[in-house]
């Protein structure tokens, strides 16, 4: 006995029926938002024509940087060592390989939720001998609440869009068929944005007296959201 075949599923209309007719719309939202992190990159260097002295130097100074960064204490929330390097530089006339000096790096990462020893600790830190500060680059937490009513903002925005547009017709929404980010079902790759450059604040040897305070004002940030939605409506009157 032949089985009759299962009946097809009903193929998706994308942009409804006369039944029910659909409503595509976007919602976006843009906050602006006090920053609640600032982070600084800190670069020690040393030179020196023999390597063991040049190590020395970087070690003594690698450990001042490190003691001043954490003795502001929980005004630091996270302190990093990022690169190191401790290379030759060779000469460039004569025969031979012949090391002229020694040029030792440490790259250090910051980051503070106290904004008011932000510019005395970077003050300080410039004010060190061969001490690099660059920065302060300005952020929101990742599970910052502002990011949460950006999201919802859009939303609204979608569903009052909606509305409007059903009430142009004389009638109204009457279910959310698709609710998304902007971008979320697209399978390319999101380009790359660099990240901003930050600021080169100090480079040199420690100044004869303690240098004042810099004034840091706290740059806003800009959160952006955006959905895709899609409702259905009762059928209007045309």
Excluded: C
């Excluded at 008011?116 to 001998?129: F, I, V």
Aim: hydrophobic share 40%; aromatic share 6%.
């Amino acid at each position: 006995m032949n089985s009759s075949p299962a009946p097809a599923a009903p193929a998706s209309v994308p942009y409804g029926t006369p039944d029910a007719p659909r409503i595509a719309v976007r919602g976006e939202a843009h906050l602006e938002a006090d920053p609640e992190i600032a982070r600084i990159g800190v670069t020690v260097s040393a030179r020196g024509t023999d390597r063991r002295t040049a190590l020395d130097d970087l070690t003594r100074r690698n450990a001042a940087a490190l003691e001043l960064i954490k003795s502001y204490g929980q005004a630091v929330e996270k302190l990093e060592t990022g690169a190191f390097s401790l290379s030759p530089e060779l000469t460039r006339h004569g025969r031979g390989e012949r090391v002229r000096a020694y040029h030792g790096r440490v790259h250090l990462t910051a980051e503070l939720t106290d904004f008011t020893a932000l510019g005395e600790l970077a003050t300080r830190l410039a004010d060190l001998e061969l001490t690099r500060v660059d920065g302060p680059w300005w952020s929101l937490r990742p599970d910052s609440p502002v990011h949460r009513t950006a999201r919802q903002q859009a939303v609204r925005e979608a569903v009052q869009r909606a509305r409007e547009y059903a009430e142009a017709l004389d009638t109204t929404l009457t279910a959310l068929v698709e609710l998304a980010d902007v971008g979320a079902e697209d399978a390319r790759p999101v380009p790359f944005a660099p990240a901003p450059a930050m600021r080169s604040m100090a480079y040199g040897a420690a100044a004869p007296e303690e240098a004042a305070p810099l004034d840091l004002e706290p740059e806003r940030q800009h959160v952006y959201a955006r959905v895709n939605a899609r409702f259905t409506m009762a059928p209007p009157r045309l």
